[in-house]
């Protein structure tokens, strides 16, 4: 059936996309296919956004056991899975979420925000018993626990220890973080700084990634708005990633993604500033390596010009802080 005539059908609510007023979408849509100013719709409606996957399919390779095995990847930015984690990393030989409830006292955890996305904005620490009972009932809390770098509680047991693989380098390693999620938990539309490698060690996690150079189909917020900056958002999408409203954020439905699913025993490797939006099936456990490893030319290209330009800014509001500091200590 033709799309206008269907969208006309369909309740307020079809899926994840949102008709706010059929007549209205029935509208938007037809301007959409007769001007062709967003790709997507002259086949199909984005429901969700794994919709958004264009032809290209991700590459598998063995885990890379030499320094710079994964060199050609980082310099292209090609995101990869990678096979065969347990056989290369004894240490996460017997972890999953077991091994993680008996050897941890307390979790960090965050809630879901109102749109039921973890967006990363606030944590607190439980005791690990509680955390196991919101496994079990409500699976309203995603576990994010430093393991190795920033931020390590002094929680945690010396027998959970990380080691690095051989491409990373030390001297560029940032943190290694465990995330243990009930399942369903979905990790915001976002991009980092640093490349990240996504290990699978319980469940699987379905992903949808978007290459640096399709930031302006993201709809990031603003590296000049100084709540985005104070709230630490400036990495963040402003889409509603539960309702894709293509009417206020059009250039979406241009964006190609590469999808994949990341099953249990392997790694995603996820290149500094790609776009990435995760949702996990079952009950799940990962842990990833941060580690910072760009070329000038990188920070030259969007996203990362916006993350340097939001570190700069943060530097300029940290100087005036303590310039205001010293005013009120001396006067
Ligand atoms: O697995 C997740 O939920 C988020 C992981 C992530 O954002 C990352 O590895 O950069």
Request: hydrophobic share 40%.
């Amino acid at each position: 059936m033709h799309m206008v005539v269907l969208a006309a059908f369909l309740p307020m609510e079809y899926g994840n996309f949102v008709i706010r007023e059929s007549r209205k979408a029935g509208a938007t849509l037809t301007s959409a296919i007769q001007t062709g100013r967003c790709g997507l719709l002259k086949q199909e409606v984005a429901m969700s956004l794994f919709d958004l996957s264009g032809p290209e399919s991700i590459k598998t390779i063995p885990f890379p056991s030499e320094q710079d095995g994964l060199l050609p990847y980082i310099r292209r930015r090609q995101p990869l899975l990678l096979s065969g984690i347990k056989e290369s990393l004894p240490f996460i030989q017997d972890w999953n979420y077991d091994f993680f409830r008996e050897s941890l006292k307390s979790i960090r955890i965050q809630r879901q925000s109102e749109d039921g996305i973890y967006h990363y904005l606030g944590f607190e620490r439980i005791p690990m018993a509680e955390f196991d009972e919101v496994m079990r009932t409500t699976g309203n809390g995603y576990a994010l626990e430093p393991l190795k770098g920033r931020g390590v509680s002094e929680d945690l047991p010396n027998d959970v220890s990380v080691t690095l693989p051989a491409f990373v380098p030390q001297s560029r390693f940032r943190v290694s973080n465990l995330y243990i999620g009930p399942g369903k938990n979905k990790s915001l539309l976002h991009y980092d700084e640093t490349h990240s490698l996504l290990m699978m060690l319980e469940g699987r996690k379905r992903f949808i990634l978007f290459a640096p150079d399709q930031s302006d189909c993201m709809y990031p917020y603003s590296p000049f708005s100084l709540r985005a900056l104070l709230e630490n958002r400036v990495v963040d999408s402003k889409i509603d990633c539960q309702k894709l409203d293509l009417e206020a954020f059009p250039k979406l439905g241009k964006a190609k993604g590469i999808t994949g699913w990341l099953e249990e025993g392997q790694a995603l490797f996820i290149p500094a500033g790609t776009w990435h939006f995760i949702e996990a099936e079952g009950r799940n456990v990962s842990v990833n390596y941060f580690w910072l490893q760009n070329r000038v030319r990188d920070w030259l290209q969007q996203p990362l010009l916006d993350f340097w330009l939001k570190r700069r800014a943060i530097d300029v509001l940290d100087q005036l802080r303590k310039v205001k500091h010293k005013l009120s200590a001396a006067a």
